[in-house]
T-cell receptor
Framework: DGGITQSPKYLFRKEGQNVTLSCEQN?????MYWYRQDPGQGLRLIYY???????QKGDIAEGYSVSREKKESFPLTVTSAQKNPTAFYLC???????????????FGEGSRLTVL | ELKVEQNPLFLSMQEGKNYTIYCNYS?????LYWYRQDPGKSLESLFV?????AVKQEGRLMASLDTKARLSTLHITAAVHDLSATYFC????????????FGIGTKLQVIP
């Protein structure tokens, strides 16, 4: 079945360490996104990518980095520069053009990162 | 800057009752989305509203969109416990199909 796979589901990090969250999709979607969810704050956009080898900062990109070397993959690295990384991270994708889809986002199951 | 506001933020209701969740947004947009999130889980798409006056229904949920008032409603009819979840509305940002802005979410608790 088509979908989005995130791993790991749970991750613990010590302060000062970088960690990378994986996101893979087989929906043949062009656009991919990373969101951060904190209690009571809804979803905030970290980075997004519309095509391979291109990505854009979202609203809260500081302390994060991404790459888009393949259409299917959009990994997120949470660096030691991110001051408060404990959160629920969601990866999503959608078709890049309005003509191809209604625009709804398809989400992975999420990765819960805790800083010890 | 596009702002999306939902109300109420928390709703506790008895089974069998009706209620409406409201979503207001601050700038022109012609696409609005409703998502559902169960505790500890991801988001799933419920409705995509593409034009003014659009109405969609699925089971006990009905969503509508008034682009002139910049308002969408999610109406719950005869609530059942299985509808307990957090509901988010989201709106395409002006000039950018690629980004959406989410509301904070409405946590719905249906009490048997």
């Amino acid at each position: 079945d088509g979908g989005i796979t995130q791993s790991p589901k749970y991750l613990f990090r010590k302060e000062g360490q970088n960690v990378t969250l994986s996101c893979e999709q087989n929906l043949n979607h062009d656009a991919m996104y990373w969101y951060r969810q904190d209690p009571g704050q809804g979803l905030r956009l970290i980075y997004y990518s519309q095509i391979v080898n291109d990505f854009q900062k979202g609203d809260i990109a500081e302390g994060y980095s991404v790459s888009r070397e393949k259409k299917e993959s959009f990994p997120l690295t949470v660096t030691s520069a991110q001051k408060n990384p404990t959160a629920f991270y969601l990866c999503a994708s959608k078709a890049a053009t309005r003509a191809r889809d209604t625009g709804e986002l398809f989400f992975g199951e999420g990765s819960r990162l805790t800083v010890l | 800057e596009l702002k999306v506001e939902q109300n109420p933020l928390f709703l506790s209701m008895q089974e069998g009752k009706n209620y409406t969740i409201y979503c207001n947004y601050s700038t022109t947009s012609d696409r609005l989305y409703w998502y559902r999130q169960d505790p500890g889980k991801s988001l799933e798409s419920l409705f995509v509203l593409l034009s003014n006056g659009a109405v969609k229904q699925e089971g006990r949920l009905m969503a509508s969109l008034d682009t002139k008032a910049r308002l969408s409603t999610l109406h719950i009819t005869a609530a059942v416990h299985d509808l307990s979840a957090t509901y988010f509305c989201a709106v395409d940002r002006p000039g950018g199909y690629q980004k959406v802005t989410f509301g904070i979410g409405t946590k719905l608790q249906v009490i048997p």
